[in-house]
């Protein structure tokens, strides 16, 4: 048997637990003295991934510990940093770079285990679940925001790198996140951080306060903590300041004013002195085959990180009423207001010169449609910037006891909330164009070309007053939980005792995302080229759930769980399921151990799937029929291909669906844990993870592909069909008096059952520590390597591995090494990452067949590598230093010479790789 102070000692070492099924040198851990005529009493821990209370951390589900020494000791400052680097969290996510672009959820911070989507992670704050951010991921679907949690309060973050629903319910499909905070705290500590960056911007602060008392009877821990962060500006790096920076090439300066004869393609000539005299500070530019305007380089505009002020405070404690039954409580609360800072306002519209007569004609038979178009000077119109004011609570009250001296029972009630409000200030659609173009006055809905201004005049502060409104978004979100949990031994068998634990709960949620009027108005009265998504619903969930623990031999453990959900939203057919799971534990000997699992998921769809309103957003697809029509002549021998097409922009629409079922889905794996030599253990896992009928939002390119197959009556389709008649109802296109007939407009989708992802992959760990009278050395390897990635848009689709794909930017692998060093009172970790090869962000004309245009190699980026290093100074038993910096050698991705769009780097696979080498220091006292 382990010992359960082996835990607390890997805790108290600080031994940078990162894919750990056991703590280092469990194995070998001296056998509890079952012959003493009293037994020692140890305590029983429980452990993420199992509801078991148990004696060591021998489970067959593979367990992450991160403590908050090794967050400090590697360089990380929060939750989201730490949880950032697994090696598990392969998938690709919307960063700060993303969103100071536009991004729907530019202010939050989510991880993605496996590459499922930040929704399918289970997230835990003590156990309990929180409220899902009220603005969706990506405009589409819930998850948690990780970064409203004070560290201060961290004690360890607990990850189960497998599929868990058996356990904890429908969401945790690709792991589960367990946030642990402090308890029982006897003293006072005060910290002090200070930080800042190699290149300048993005200065941190951080101050805190976690002060505790434990008496006879009762326990307090309290934290209070503030911390400040400056944003970084792209202008503030050297690599992505200026279009010179650009790695295919200089293009031309942004066409910050300028007038385009559209069916002429060429730029009316504004000469230098209009461009002076705009007084927008724009130089007299030429691009090549379009002529001359005013351009200005808005390159460095962009927040590549964003401004935060947080101020969180939490309390924990508990009151033993008797001996068998006590109470126990928790709050955490934090208030965080924050910046987002993107490039400047703009105006683009068309005006269209000759209107058309009475009787539907054009006068002269002829259209000259003319596109006006200014981007603003800051000193004109400010910068584009998004402010957020956001606060979470969460409150816990509960009681829990010994029942019969045998049984150990829980019962509370959690309530976890989120407030969401942005603003930013934005152009008025009917009001900005009515200055350029004049106004609508016929029915046609063409301007009049009376605007009060030109296009190259001043902007006075009278049109600003004018043009400019201010967009406010408010968003709220509720998770309520009430349960009861109960576990201890049933009885004995010749090999142990059987354990279980079983568990009741209700759950409910719900939030609202209310946009003001001009956001998802469509009638000319919005806000200039800015949409949208709204929505609100809530719904209960039932639960219960049992786990037993059978000792069937000497050795060897089979624990069987399952878990039964019932969900009740009034609207979808979503109704219960159960999500069994078997996991088993063999140790042959003491030093090894072998493991597997087995289980099946469902997860029901997320409510923004379901109850999202009326939604916009913009994008782009390839429209093959435009392709072969006015590229291609209409030539019937024409190969629709990305290699011989470009996309096509268009403004999307979707809303929410009331006919979806739930995703459901097989995980298992298989591993052993060893220790072949004294202080040396490692692990190895398999593991695979598969989920079908996943939601998502129609492909428009699906759209788009049988548009031209049902047109051209392609691979079986008929225009006439019921199945070509629907697609094509998805569809605008322009019509005769439009500036470009037949062209694509927009695309409306709904979200569908459609999709089945899954991944295959190995994870590994060696963990190694020596001890000698020079100090002590420990070692910590760990390892993430994707062998299948296979993924199937549609039923009708190929289930193909896309590992390997051009388009799947999901590194195939990642790995982290950290080197620890301590003597008496100084100890030092060295932390190093590497980022998997990624394909290049477009991929080379030589790379496709010219005949067919199927791809014929995908070239790849070498790895990302970056270091961390962290130490620290023990100068007596109150005073404290520690200094850290990540990415020491301020280290880059390769140059992409593809990727010719700002951030000039691929910001989805190398979050925060804009920021660069940071340094900083914190100094702490304990009373």
């Known amino acids: 048997m382990f010992k359960a102070t082996q835990l607390s000692t890997a805790v108290r070492l600080g031994l940078f637990s990162a894919t750990l099924g056991l703590s280092v040198g469990a194995i070998a851990a001296e056998e509890v003295d079952t012959t003493s005529a009293e037994k020692e009493k140890v305590e029983r821990i429980e452990v993420t991934g199992s509801r078991i209370s148990r004696t060591d951390m021998e489970i067959a589900t593979p367990v992450t510990v991160i403590t908050a020494d090794d967050m400090k000791d590697q360089g990380f400052i929060t939750a989201f940093d730490a949880l950032q680097g697994l090696s598990q969290n392969t998938g690709t996510v919307q960063g700060n770079e993303f969103g100071a672009q536009g991004g729907f959820t530019p202010n939050a911070d989510v991880i993605d285990l496996r590459g499922f989507g930040p929704g399918y992670t289970l997230v835990l704050l003590n156990g309990r679940r929180i409220a899902d951010n009220p603005t969706p991921y990506n405009g589409q679907s819930n998850f948690v925001n990780l970064n409203g949690i004070p560290f201060a309060a961290i004690d360890r973050i607990e990850v189960v790198t497998q599929g868990s629903s058996a356990i904890y319910g429908s ?67 050297d690599f992505m300041d200026s279009v010179d920076d650009n790695p295919a090439g200089a293009g031309p300066l942004a066409r910050g004013i300028l007038v385009l004869d559209a069916f002429a393609g060429k730029y009316r000539d504004p000469g230098e002195q209009k461009c002076i005299d705009s007084g927008s500070g724009y130089v007299y530019a030429e691009r090549a085959n379009f002529g001359k305007y005013c351009g200005v380089d808005t390159t460095g505009d962009n927040t590549i990180k964003n401004k935060r002020e947080n101020i969180s405070a939490y309390f ?196 609202d995302l209310i946009q003001d009027e001009r956001t998802m108005n469509n009638e000319g009265m919005g806000w200039q080229g800015l949409t949208g998504t709204e929505g609100g619903g809530d719904r209960d969930r039932y639960a219960v759930g049992l786990e037993v623990l059978v000792p069937v031999l000497d050795g060897l453990d089979v624990t069987l ?81 990305e290699s011989n097409c470009n996309t096509t922009s268009f403004k999307g629409s979707r809303s929410g669906s009331k006919t979806l079922e739930e995703e459901s889905g097989t995980n298992w794996g298989i591993g052993i844990v060893a220790e072949p030599i004294e202080n040396l253990s490692f692990t190895l896992d398999y593991y695979s993870i598969k989920l079908e009928d996943i939601i998502n939002d129609e492909s428009e390119q699906d759209i788009m592909d049988l548009e031209y197959d049902c047109t051209y ?115 030092m970790a060295i932390r190093g990452d590497r980022t998997g090869k990624v394909p290049l962000w477009e991929q080379p004309g030589e790379n496709y067949d010219p005949e067919t245009g199927d791809v014929l190699k995908v070239d790849r980026l070498d790895p990302y590598y970056t270091v961390n290093l962290g130490m620290g100074y023990q100068f007596n038993d109150n005073l404290s230093v520690s200094m850290s910096a990540e990415n020491i050698f301020n280290s880059r991705p390769e140059t992409d010479v593809t990727h010719d769009s700002w951030p000039y780097y691929n910001s989805f696979s190398y979050p925060g790789a804009g920021v660069g080498a940071t340094y900083r220091a914190e100094v702490s006292y304990k009373f």
Request: net charge negative; aromatic share 12%.
């Open 316 to 511: 924990s404690g508990t009151y033993d009423f008797s001996d068998s039954i006590s109470g126990f409580a928790d709050v955490m609360y934090s208030q965080m207001e924050s910046g987002v800072y993107g490039s400047r306002h703009f105006f683009s519209e068309y005006l269209l010169l000759n209107t058309p007569d009475g009787s539907g004609n054009f006068a002269g038979g002829t259209r000259d449609y003319v596109l006006h178009q200014r981007i603003f000077g800051f000193n004109e119109l400010g910068q584009r910037t998004t402010e957020f004011d956001e606060s979470n609570t969460n409150v816990t009250l509960g009681l829990k006891g010994v029942l019969a001296d045998n049984y150990d029972w829980k019962v509370f009630y959690s309530d976890s909330s989120l407030d969401y409000e942005s603003r930013r200030d934005w152009l008025k659609e009917e009001a900005v164009t009515e200055y350029f173009l004049g106004q609508v006055d016929n029915p046609y809905g063409l301007y009049n070309g009376a605007g009060k201004v030109g296009i190259y005049d001043v902007i006075t502060q009278d049109i600003r007053d004018s043009v400019m409104g201010t967009q406010v978004i408010t968003a709220d979100s509720y998770s309520r939980t009430f349960a009861a949990e109960i576990s201890g031994d049933l009885f004995d068998m010749p090999a142990g005792a059987v354990g279980f634990a079983a568990v009741a709960e209700y759950n409910k949620q719900g939030y």
């Open 713 to 827: 009556s392609r691979n079986g389709k008929d225009p006439s069909s019921a199945e070509c008649m629907a697609n094509q109802a998805k569809i605008t296109r322009g019509g005769p008096d439009s500036l470009d007939e037949g062209a694509l407009i927009s695309i409306d989708t709904t979200p569908v059952n459609k999709s089945q992802y899954q991944q295959d992959g190995l994870d590994a760990s060696i963990h190694y520590k020596l001890s000698t009278e020079i100090g002590d050395f420990g070692a910590q390897l760990n390892w993430t390597h994707i062998l299948h990635t296979k993924y199937q848009a549609t039923d009708e689709s190929m289930l193909e591995d896309i590992r390997d794909d051009m388009n799947n930017y999901e590194p195939r692998s990642k790995t982290s090494l950290v080197l620890s060093y301590s003597y008496q009172d100084f100890y």
């Open 561 to 641: 769980a399952g878990r039964y959900d019932q969900y009740d939203d009034s609207t979808t057919d979503v109704g219960g399921r159960l999500s069994p799971s078997v996991a088993v534990t063999y140790k042959p000997m003491d030093e090894l151990m072998v493991r597997g699992t087995w289980g099946q998921s469902f997860r029901a769809p997320d409510m923004h799937y379901v109850f999202a309103g009326d939604s916009g957003y913009y994008s782009s697809t390839y429209d093959w029929i435009d392709c072969r029509v006015n590229d291609y002549d209409n030539d019937p021998s024409f190969v629709p291909s």
């Open 171 to 237: 969401d945790a499909v690709a792991g589960v996140v367990n946030i642990i905070l402090k308890k029982g705290v006897e003293s006072t500590t005060v910290s002090a951080m200070m930080g800042t960056t190699k290149d300048g911007g993005g200065d941190q602060s951080r101050f805190s306060v976690v002060t505790g008392a434990v008496g006879s009877n009762y326990s307090v821990t309290a934290a209070l903590e503030y911390s400040k962060q400056d944003p970084i500006y792209a202008r503030d790096r």
